[in-house]
């Protein structure tokens, strides 16, 4: 549903989410165009007439509320199968913390108003001399499982990666790890999407998917550039 | 008391006695006048946070722009704009009019008493009110101006200043917000003692008309839920200027605890203005359908169910705010529930329509066009009630179309609806029909070309609150922002109906014909007293035969069958 | 307006509506502090160093002061039944007596909180101290406010006069009590 949009779904569980989209878009527009439909067709069906008098129904009598029930239970059903489907997801995507030898970690620190994306250097470590810290540039791998740490500085500030359809808070005083495993190449927007002051506008960040090959000798690149600084330091 | 003679109230020397002028409009204890207060001071209200709407929306479709009559929107202006918006459209317009106002006028006329049972607190009440107003407004020229930081204050960006750059703007939006919160603690208290304690001799539960009930129900949920709130404005309050540390995470404080403190004010709040609205469109619904209500009981059960429900789906609005995800669960359960109670009403009300001969006066186009659009927002809802979905959803346009297609159905349709039905009573002139019907369609159409773009712009990916997307390469589109030009031009158009309305009232408020005592010839007691009714107002007070909704009564020559008629 | 409306005197719900109205007043006081208190407590069970700092308040005095507010309730309720007995004089004396007691309350309270001051527990010295001060000084603006309607009452019972006011300043002056009741174990004994 999204995609038509022109937003293209470049992780694992952007189609799951556009999936629950559908599933519900589906669901409450049968009972949106139904119940518009009947109510719209008595409107025209019992518009006033000369010498027609109304009827007097109570709606009290079993066989009458029985057009209330009957649409009730089936609501209920309805709801039933929307829940599962966006708790599955859910369970998915925030829940569970998928774990993998060849997992990358991120940290994301947010600020007024800016982001700060640290990448591990080639030994594939944080927290090493070899970091490869980027303002407002975020570089991934294709179809590789990253954990991302989100830090804040400041205030509430919110991760947005539209095209993985993730989204998440960053609170200051802690660290929020969750996932992500890109499917396509390419460059996005990363969006803050809660408000942040004055320059929330101002706050937009890329993340690069690169493939494998290309996404290491960034890597190599910039790291050496990181060792040395460091080393003049 | 209740089964004690109807008594005169001439004995009780109210009413006859000359009031000067400035007591009669200012210091009046008279619910009707109150009310009347209400209502305008709302109305004034809602025309400058529709002025903050046009001078945000103007900024989002053509960035950059002069705005005529404001200038160009810098970013902390917009900011400005866009939190005191919210605020104005839910704090000072929705809750003044639909529960003080209607409140005011509708529960002691329609429940056969000659006031509220304490009118001095009542007065007490709007004087409160009114105060919270000047705050406000006082904090948008104050250095460093208004508050910026969203209607929801979420800290530590509304806790200090060098975050929010709005040192005493803040914190005068926090007094503002809670001083408003105690002015409508007084009315709840008032209106639901009134209700429950002051009806006419005869009045069962279930001869009380639905309005009353809801505005009632709402008043109990506001009291309820708003404590919290309270509570957390006061730490909010000492944190921004005594250094406290509630919300701050360097001493140990925690943000998100403000966010529940809001939220769990900020979700049944939805409800304390949805009911009111939902009373009135009862009311209309039936008079011009000349039909009874479908199902009385079900109606208020649904009622209370989803005033239960209301308090336990607060954190839906926090899915993705760093609670426990587990939690989240919990909340979509809860969250897709609450939609059959109020799915159940809806269908009440459709089905009140069946096997009846409706009339499509102007009270009763707004009262039907509320059911169909509220449907709008209800099922939207249901996309962000569910978690899977709202990862992506949240904070984007999708959400503020599904709001605005629940508050404004709430608020400006059944603000509409209720003025020209009670405008007779209240006035005792008639609203012109064929303006009014020009004023319904010219906001109706608008109205939804306003939103439905806005649902595909936030599914699209479009986030609230920004300024300028300029910056943002995915939201740049420009079929995207030809949608937000769309959007932006409709609201020009419905804006300039609004000066169709605002004629039409002043005109009829002094020239309209003369209104009876009952125009709709409605059941309800309201429509025995004279319009408009004196202080005090009915010479004797009623008695109560039956329930409200006795229309089309097979083997009556009447089809209406009102409340005090004893047969 | 010198007569109430007709309003006011009847009573549907089976209740005057003077006592009908201080419930509903007191119901959503409750929910202002239990806001409050369950802030309070979801704080204290996540953070340990709440314990270190409840260590430095003094049960002592936190006892002596429910003792205080206890007794003047007491008089509250003598002032009721004296009332109900149609005693005015009788029952303004045992309201004033009920103001008594919560003058000694704030004067207890008034040192403790100098004492703590003194030895550097501050407002914003920590989390727990911000709600030490918070919860019990929103607490006594509630006993002061208290005082204030009492004397007013007291004032008009003295002659006899719209005596029923004494029972709904009664049941207002018991919830206050209450609260106190709830703060004392969170705030001083829980260590």
Known sequence: ???????????????????VFTIIFVAVGFWFLLAEGVFFWLIFRFKKKDGVKAQYITGELKSEKRWITVPHNIILLFDIVIVVAAVQVWYDVKQDLPEEPDKQVVRVIAQQWAWTFVHPGPDGKLDTPDD?????EMHVQADRLHHFQLESKDVIHSFSVPVFRLKQDVIPGRVITGWFTPTKTGTYDIQCTEICGVGHALMPAKIVIQ??????????????????????? | ???????????????????SWFVHY???????????????TGMAMALIGGFFAYCFRMQIAFPGIDVPGFGVVSPNEYNHLITNHGAIMIFWVAMPVLIAAFGNYLIPLMIGCDDMVFPKLNRLSYQIFLLSIVVLIASFFVPGGGFAGAWTMYPPLSAKPEYGLTPLGASLFVTAVALEFVAFLMGGINFVTTAMNSRAPGMRMYDIPMVVWMIVIASILFMASVGPLV?????????????????????????VLWQHLFWFFGHPEVYVVLLPTVGIVAEIITVFAR??????????????????????VWAHHQFIAGIDPRMANIFTITTLLISIPIAEMMFVYIATLYGGAITLTTPMLWALSFIATFLVGGVTGIFLGASGADIYLHDTYFVLAHFHYTFFPIAIIGTFAGLSYWFPKMFGRMMNETLGKIHFWGTIIPFNCIFIPLF?????????????????SELARPELRQLDQFATISLLVMLGFQVLFLFNLFYSLFWGPKAEKNPWKANTLEWTADSPPPHGNWPELPRVYRGPYEYSVPGRDQDYWPQNAQN | MSARPIATTRSAAGMPTGRLAVWWVIASEIVIFGGLLGSYVMFRLSHDSFASDAANTNMYIGAFNTWVLLTSSLFAVLGHKAAEEGNGPKAARMLWLTVGGGAVFLLVKTYEWYEKIHHGHTLSSSTFFSFYYTAAGLHALHVIAGMIIMLFVANTARKNLELHRVELIGIYWHFVDVVWIFLFPLLYIAK
């Open chain 2, 26 to 40: 200012f210091w009046s204890t008279d619910h009707k006048m109150i009310a009347k207060q209400y209502m305008f």
């Open chain 1, 211 to 233: 493939t494998a090959a290309e996404h290491a000798e960034w890597v190599a690149k910039n790291s050496s550039v990181a060792v040395a600084s460091a080393a003049l330091r």
């Open chain 2, 231 to 255: 509570a957390g404005a006061v730490m909010l309050l000492f944190d921004q200027n005594l250094g406290t540390a509630f919300f701050n995470p360097d001493k140990g404080g925690d943000p």
């Open chain 1, 1 to 19: 549903m999204i995609e038509i949009l022109g937003l293209p779904a470049a992780s694992t569980f952007a189609d799951d989410i556009d999936r």
């Open chain 1, 132 to 136: 490869i810290a980027k303002v407002n």
């Open chain 2, 456 to 472: 595909v712009l936030g599914a699209a990916g479009e986030h609230r609150r920004i300024f300028d997307y300029t910056n943002f």
């Open chain 2, 291 to 312: 039909k009874k209500l479908f199902a009385y009981r079900t109606v208020l059960y649904t009622a209370f169910g989803t005033g239960v429900l209301s308090f336990m």
């Open chain 2, 1 to 19: 008391m209740a089964t004690a003679p109807v008594t005169h109230h001439d004995a009780h020397g109210h009413g006859h006695h000359e009031e």
